[in-house]
């Protein structure tokens, strides 16, 4: 995807992007490039590819969800999509990337630094050890191809707010989605959205999921993550 239809890609989501906002990406871009060449954070990057499947991708989270003066929590960010894409396109949307890999974590330092994006914490921790400390203080929590589903909905339980929302960004979950039917109720969770889609030009097929937290979690979840891999590996 060139910059030029990248821009015209957004428009169509609503998101006339300043030369601001466009420099930032260019730049974040950049810094993503040049850390790759010393650390595997991802293994698309051409530039076309970074703005369609990275970029773009990040942003098609506002076809589900508000994004205006909101919480969010992307836990697994790695190189920091699609938190950083929104933190970077929304500058009202206070944002915390949740990451357990300290080299990714030290690159998401950099370029919030580089970018001076006042909005964005970066938090050094594993998402349940996070969870289990900060419960129900996110308006929003996502993630992007994570995990298996019926393993990031308890990952995610505790950290969303009552009446927020959990929006895993994923691909195809059809069968995921089968198998955790009894486990979006055990989880306090409601799902009240599915959005399929494909991508610009490649017409790769995506899915957005959106759960409602409908009241508090019990008090047992998340539990360790060792534990929750075994029972839905």
């Known amino acids: 995807m060139k910059i030029e239809e990248f821009k015209i890609e957004c428009i169509k989501l609503g998101i006339k992007l300043t030369d601001e906002q466009l420099s930032n990406l260019s730049e974040y871009k950049n810094l993503l490039q ?7 954070l991802t ?3 051409s530039d076309d590819e970074i703005y369609l499947k ?3 991708d990040s942003l098609c989270l506002v076809k589900c969800v508000n994004l205006n003066n909101q919480t969010l929590l992307d836990f697994g960010t790695g190189a920091g999509f699609p938190g950083m894409v929104l933190a970077i396109v929304f500058n009202n949307l206070n944002v915390t990337l949740l990451e357990s890999n300290s080299k990714k974590i030290s690159f998401l330092n950099e370029v919030k630094g580089k970018l001076k994006l006042s909005n964005v914490t ?6 349940e050890v996070y969870g289990r400390k900060n419960k129900e203080i996110f308006d929003i ?9 019926n393993i990031i909905l308890e990952l995610s339980s505790s950290l969303v707010k009552i009446n927020g929302l959990f929006v895993p960004m994923k691909s195809n979950v059809s069968k995921e989605l089968s ?8 989880l306090s969770y409601d799902l009240i959205d599915t959005l399929e889609y494909e991508l610009p030009k490649e017409m790769s097929k995506r899915t957005i999921l959106v759960f409602k937290k409908i009241k508090k979690t019990e008090e047992k979840y998340p539990r360790n993550y060792n534990i929750i891999v075994k029972k839905y590996k």
């Open 141 to 149: 929590v996502t993630c992007r191809a994570v995990s298996n589903l």
């Open 179 to 186: 198998d955790c039917k009894d486990n979006i109720s055990k």
């Open 122 to 127: 970066i938090v050094n921790e594993r998402v």
């Open 34 to 40: 040049m850390w790759n060449k010393k650390f595997n």
């Open 43 to 45: 293994t698309i990057i």
């Open 54 to 56: 990275h970029f773009f």
